[in-house]
């Protein structure tokens, strides 16, 4: 670099130069912008059209679990080879993709991609990310991976049917499972795709938290949202290229035959198969290297959102600000090194599993710090029942039984029996659907007006939260009882088991449940789009809340503020005592806040 | 009526503790809960399960209530003008919720693993009793003759039919030839992965004679569903005498037993 541009201040407050943002076309505005706000709304728009698609799936698996070969309804006909009955490979192809649907197409990307996008450069305060153009980058490298995914489906031997996890050999090996075929290789693909696209967040973010936040927003000034998508970005940064690399030692296992991940003299289907040489355990290793970490990178930036929703609608101050910010990090930093709970029955080193245990038992303890802080939050307040708050209550609620529930498995004499039940698909469910979910909906709600310039249907919204309220623990419940009998996932047709075969109306009763919890979204989808059109418009702060994001125009322009915003406190300054108002918002000068309290002490 | 619906949300979140204790209160007498055991480690195992059940249990209704009683109390519109109490938190308190989580944490790290050493980690001096090599989508079972060697001639080879002898400590080789399996006895409170290219030694001892589940459980392709043996537990002078009958029977069928690790036709 030859030249050195100065700095140019305008002389008196010293308030950084807004550079005016460039007319811009259809197509600059709307699909390849590089407006965090927009960015933000594709990535919001993309991930809940992908939530449908899985939600789809995952009737289809219950429809399966709860009434085995018996002609699927409607669409059976579009798959079945005769009559509308589902062949059983047919059936692990459909919870395989329903988890990487789930997983990779909406919780990560709904989270990081659609709030990590739209907050944080207005929480903190900036007029847009560090980096716009690989910001719309992130994003358009997701379209790879939708079509990679979506693709899968139509190809020869269907799409990836090795189990979520895709442990090989099974997903190695054309010859074990039909899906490890074209369908896996467009798998792997998919996921790079996606880690590309996750990657290239991160990075983002962490630089824009770090160097963009305005004058006076401190590090502890920091909104847990934030906090939140900080901790979960470097966590993406860290864990996520040992994914990457392990994706492409499978890509080489299959069409190299590189051998890394195959055994010596292993035959599948009467047939000698590949070099050998290599190692299961080592692809269970990397994979939950990442995907371990993975498990809080799908909900605490959910955490943070609800803890910001919390106050608001308590009129309260966040209880323990620090020790949610701690515990936060704690989860983070031991969520490197619990990986191996997943791998207690493996034929890991019985002894490593001790250790395992251990960390796995202490990652309990943030998460209990941060329930109590919530229970801590609520206790005194105000509460307003709007259907964000409602949504906000239930994650803590749904999260306890999610938190509690892993401590069974984390016990690893108590997890040789339930390991592979259906205790742990009830125990992720609690935290990613009934906790992360239930975060997402209560952060939509929150955030629409912002989004969108107009406020959701509160009626309809209290009726969504209920319905899906009731139908999700009708579903997801009962799932413990059924691991207590030791009821193994993955299983296209249990009850020819004689220790299984009384709990067919036990799952024929989660599948109606399960009918339900999808049918009822229906509620939502027509109250977002009616909303997004004729909901009553929103001033810039409907809720009276405190954050920099209420004081910018609802929706902001590109640019964000129509001030240059300045920070003067902690964003949860509700119901200070001797002022006026119930709230004090981040840019509430002090002159301020002492002129109202001195007003009220008239 | 302004309060009206801070009371149907309060019962509403009053339903998740009393619905959940309810849930698992019926759950045994409708038969859907631990399936009988009859291991002498897995009184261990179901023990630890029904004390975390407990501990889990309390904090479960302690929090949950304390939920429901906030939502109850704090309902904005039974405030009236009365502003929510400004606390940003306590250190006390802090300090308590996390040095007694922390601690009773720690004390079931600790307390659980003899129980798991058990199983998993000090494994019987003896050869073992049987090899089982899990396959796309069967149990092939190996008992070693007369000679208690396996790997020799005189091997008795069958397929998902276990029978074991009670009351001794078993020993099973576990392989696969494939892809990953899980050799999950249900009743006997077992669970072990089978890894191609790895042995792993599985141990237990049943307390009572009676036929058994073997089930499949860590997902091994299209028929992974179907991957279904039985476990029978005989006394000692049955079992050795159904090992002799067995015998006879595959050498009457099956001359030349294949050693395993060939190729199989069929």
Known sequence: MSTVTAPVTIGQDHVPVRKPHPVLTFLSTYVFSKDHKVIGLQFLFSTLVWFLIGGLLALAVRWQVAWPWSDVPVVGKLFAQEGGQMAPEFYTMLFTMHATVMIFLVIIPILAGAFGNFLIPLMIGADDMAFPTLNMLGYWFMWPAFIAFGASFFVEGGAASGGWTSYPPLSTNIAASPGAGWGQTLWLLGLTFVGVSSMLGSVNYMTTIILMRAPGMTMFRLPMTIWAMFITAILQAFALPVLTAAGFMQLADRMFATGFFSPEGSIINNAVAGPGGGQPLLWQHLFWFYSHPAVYIMILPAMGMVSDILTCFARKPLFGYRPMVYSVAGIAGLGFIVWGHHMFMSGMNPALGITFMVSTMMIALPSAVKTFNWLGTVWGGKIQFTTSMLFALSFVSMFIIGGLSGIFMAATPVDIFIHDTYFIVAHFHYVLFAGTAMGVWAAIYFWFPKMFGRTMNEFWGKVHFFLTFIFLNGTFFTMHILGAVGFPRRLADAYHYETFHHLQPMNAFMTYCAMGMVACQVVFAINFFWSMFYGPVAGRNPWNANGLEWTAPSPPGHGNFDFQPVVYRGPYEYSVPGVEKDHLMQTDPPNVAAAAAAATHH | ?266
């Open chain 2, 1 to 266: 009526m302004k309060r009206l619906g801070g009371i149907f949300w309060g019962l509403l979140f009053l339903a998740v503790p009393v619905l959940g204790v309810a849930t698992f209160a019926i759950a045994p007498s409708i038969d859907v809960w631990l399936p009988k055991d009859v291991s002498v480690h897995g009184r261990e195992i179901d023990a630890l399960f029904y004390f975390i059940l407990a501990l889990t249990g309390v904090v479960f209704i302690a929090t949950e209530l304390l939920l429901f009683w906030f939502i109850w109390k704090y309902d904005a519109a039974a405030r009236g003008d009365e502003k929510a109490t400004y606390i940003q938190g306590s250190h006390t308190l802090e300090v308590v919720w996390t040095i007694v989580p922390a601690a009773t944490l720690l004390f079931l790290a600790i307390y659980q693993m003899n129980a798991w050493a058990n199983v998993k980690m000090r494994r019987p001096d003896m050869p073992p009793t049987v090899e089982v090599v899990a396959r796309q989508f069967e149990w092939r079972l190996r008992y070693p003759g007369r000679d208690g060697m396996l790997g020799t001639p005189d091997d008795l080879h069958l397929v998902n039919d276990l029978h074991l002898p009670v009351d001794e400590d078993i020993l099973v080789q576990l392989k696969s030839m494939d892809v990953l399996h899980s050799f999950f006895l249900p009743n006997l409170r077992i669970k072990q992965d089978a890894v191609p290219g790895m042995k792993i030694p599985v141990w237990f001892k049943a307390t009572e004679t009676g036929s058994w589940d073997i089930v499949c459980a860590e997902l091994c392709g299209w028929g992974h569903y179907k991957m279904k043996g039985r476990v029978t537990f005989v006394s000692r002078p049955e079992f050795d005498s159904w090992l002799v009958r067995k015998y006879a029977e595959q050498e009457a069928t099956q001359p030349a037993p294949e050693p395993s690790g060939t190729l199989v036709t069929n």
